[in-house]
């Protein structure tokens, strides 16, 4: 038995841009210099980002922003991403998201795009991890919520955290070139893709 855990933000659904541009913005306002403050961020959890760098006294602040941001997001699913989960469907390979995102976001997501969540055996989120990636615990705790050994998963990602969280866990990883550039993303996953709509069931599990 094979099983396919996905990342959610830049790799099903289109917010990748959306949320670097939000995070740049909020670094600035909150008083965060680093210029690369939001691309280092990608795949850390909220609590992670807060704590690394913003002081207490203003994480109430920050999920308060986050939480208005978020409401009114439109979450669009990539163009092949469907095509894909119903393949993997039709065929009963079980699957999985693997997110940094929280409870709040992924209900609000299951509203825009009723039944999406069928689709999924499982879905991970940062109130199922202690330790967010690059760390290879959110990809272990999804296999082992399949019941599916690691090495017998495949990961799908879009940010370097992502990849490495998947190798680190001993899965076979495939990269969509959708946040960062495919020239980028070589030799750091089995497979570089520039999209999931160049992805098929057949594909994926010849890697």
Known sequence: MKAVLFDLDGVLIDT???YSNFWATTGRDFGVEDPEFAHKIKGTTLAQILDRNFPKEMH???IDVLVDFEHNMRYEIFPGAME??????DRHIPTAIVT???DQKMQRLWEQHPGFRDYFTAVITDADVTRSK??????????????IAPEDCYVIEDSF???ESGRRAGAKVIAIATTNPASSLEGKADLVLPSIADLTADRLLSV
Do not use: C, F, H
Request: glycine residues 12%; charged residues 20%.
């Open 16 to 18: 990748e841009g959306i």
């Open 60 to 62: 109430q602040r920050i």
């Open 84 to 89: 894909l989960l119903q393949e993997l469907r």
């Open 100 to 102: 940094s995102s929280g």
């Open 134 to 147: 690059p760390d290879p615990q959110p990809y272990l705790v999804a296999a082992e919520r399949l019941g």
């Open 161 to 163: 955290t992502g990849v």
